[in-house]
Nanobody, 125 residues
Protein backbone atom coordinates (compact mmCIF):
# COMPACT_ATOMS: atom_id res chain seq x y z
CA UNK A 1 0.00 0.00 0.00
CA UNK A 2 1.29 3.42 -0.94
CA UNK A 3 2.42 5.59 1.95
CA UNK A 4 2.90 9.31 1.45
CA UNK A 5 5.08 11.76 3.35
CA UNK A 6 4.96 15.51 2.88
CA UNK A 7 7.73 17.99 3.58
CA UNK A 8 8.57 21.62 2.89
CA UNK A 9 5.95 23.44 4.89
CA UNK A 10 6.75 26.45 7.03
CA UNK A 11 6.02 30.09 7.71
CA UNK A 12 6.28 32.77 5.06
CA UNK A 13 5.13 36.34 4.56
CA UNK A 14 2.39 37.21 2.12
CA UNK A 15 3.72 37.34 -1.41
CA UNK A 16 6.35 34.74 -0.71
CA UNK A 17 6.85 31.24 -2.06
CA UNK A 18 7.18 27.70 -0.75
CA UNK A 19 7.69 24.35 -2.42
CA UNK A 20 6.14 21.25 -0.91
CA UNK A 21 7.37 17.75 -1.65
CA UNK A 22 5.66 14.40 -1.28
CA UNK A 23 7.61 11.16 -1.29
CA UNK A 24 5.81 7.87 -1.78
CA UNK A 25 6.92 4.49 -0.45
CA UNK A 26 5.50 0.99 -0.36
CA UNK A 27 4.34 1.21 -3.96
CA UNK A 28 4.64 3.21 -7.14
CA UNK A 29 2.63 6.35 -7.86
CA UNK A 30 2.67 5.74 -11.61
CA UNK A 31 -0.83 4.29 -11.66
CA UNK A 32 -2.37 6.97 -9.47
CA UNK A 33 -3.95 10.31 -9.95
CA UNK A 34 -1.97 12.42 -7.47
CA UNK A 35 -2.56 15.79 -5.91
CA UNK A 36 -2.88 18.02 -2.91
CA UNK A 37 -5.68 19.08 -0.65
CA UNK A 38 -5.59 21.40 2.35
CA UNK A 39 -7.56 21.73 5.52
CA UNK A 40 -8.02 24.26 8.28
CA UNK A 41 -9.36 23.01 11.63
CA UNK A 42 -13.14 23.30 11.72
CA UNK A 43 -13.45 23.67 7.96
CA UNK A 44 -13.98 21.24 5.14
CA UNK A 45 -11.17 19.76 3.10
CA UNK A 46 -10.36 21.85 0.02
CA UNK A 47 -8.87 20.36 -3.11
CA UNK A 48 -5.88 22.34 -4.34
CA UNK A 49 -4.35 20.58 -7.34
CA UNK A 50 -4.42 17.33 -9.25
CA UNK A 51 -1.94 15.77 -11.66
CA UNK A 52 -2.87 12.83 -13.81
CA UNK A 53 -0.98 9.75 -14.92
CA UNK A 54 0.12 11.55 -18.11
CA UNK A 55 0.88 14.72 -16.08
CA UNK A 56 -2.19 16.68 -17.08
CA UNK A 57 -2.97 19.19 -14.33
CA UNK A 58 -5.88 21.06 -12.90
CA UNK A 59 -6.24 23.44 -9.99
CA UNK A 60 -8.71 24.77 -7.50
CA UNK A 61 -10.07 28.19 -8.39
CA UNK A 62 -8.46 29.88 -5.39
CA UNK A 63 -4.93 28.83 -6.40
CA UNK A 64 -5.15 28.87 -10.20
CA UNK A 65 -2.23 30.85 -11.65
CA UNK A 66 -0.27 30.84 -8.39
CA UNK A 67 0.41 27.16 -7.66
CA UNK A 68 2.09 24.56 -9.87
CA UNK A 69 1.86 20.82 -9.30
CA UNK A 70 4.35 18.40 -10.81
CA UNK A 71 5.31 14.76 -10.53
CA UNK A 72 8.48 12.73 -10.99
CA UNK A 73 7.56 9.08 -11.36
CA UNK A 74 11.23 8.05 -11.35
CA UNK A 75 11.59 9.58 -7.88
CA UNK A 76 8.14 8.39 -6.85
CA UNK A 77 7.36 11.95 -5.79
CA UNK A 78 5.12 14.90 -6.46
CA UNK A 79 5.60 18.56 -5.71
CA UNK A 80 3.59 21.73 -5.17
CA UNK A 81 5.22 25.05 -5.94
CA UNK A 82 3.27 27.82 -4.24
CA UNK A 83 3.81 31.43 -5.31
CA UNK A 84 2.24 34.77 -4.38
CA UNK A 85 1.08 33.23 -1.14
CA UNK A 86 -1.81 34.85 0.72
CA UNK A 87 -2.85 34.60 4.38
CA UNK A 88 -5.91 32.62 3.27
CA UNK A 89 -3.55 29.91 1.97
CA UNK A 90 -2.71 29.09 5.59
CA UNK A 91 -3.64 25.44 6.17
CA UNK A 92 -2.27 21.97 6.61
CA UNK A 93 -1.44 20.60 3.17
CA UNK A 94 -1.85 16.92 2.40
CA UNK A 95 -0.50 14.87 -0.49
CA UNK A 96 -3.09 12.46 -1.81
CA UNK A 97 -3.41 9.57 -4.25
CA UNK A 98 -6.56 8.20 -5.83
CA UNK A 99 -7.28 5.36 -8.22
CA UNK A 100 -10.16 7.31 -9.76
CA UNK A 101 -9.63 7.40 -13.52
CA UNK A 102 -10.82 10.97 -14.11
CA UNK A 103 -8.10 12.93 -12.37
CA UNK A 104 -9.61 16.16 -11.10
CA UNK A 105 -9.42 18.38 -8.05
CA UNK A 106 -12.77 17.03 -6.78
CA UNK A 107 -11.38 13.50 -7.09
CA UNK A 108 -8.41 14.44 -4.93
CA UNK A 109 -10.68 16.26 -2.48
CA UNK A 110 -13.40 13.64 -2.16
CA UNK A 111 -12.05 10.27 -3.34
CA UNK A 112 -8.49 10.05 -2.06
CA UNK A 113 -7.45 6.48 -1.24
CA UNK A 114 -4.17 7.42 0.42
CA UNK A 115 -2.88 10.58 2.02
CA UNK A 116 -0.03 11.63 4.25
CA UNK A 117 0.08 13.25 7.65
CA UNK A 118 0.29 16.74 6.19
CA UNK A 119 2.64 19.69 6.43
CA UNK A 120 1.66 23.06 7.88
CA UNK A 121 1.86 26.20 5.79
CA UNK A 122 1.40 29.52 7.56
CA UNK A 123 1.26 32.80 5.63
CA UNK A 124 1.43 36.03 7.59
CA UNK A 125 0.24 39.41 6.37
Amino acid sequence: QVQLMESGGGSVQAGGSLKLSCAASGGTIIAYCMGWFRQVPGREREGVAAIGRMSGTNYGQSVEGRFVVSRDNDKNSIYLEMNSLKPEDTAKYYCAATRVWDCTVPAIQNDAHHWGQGTQVTVSS
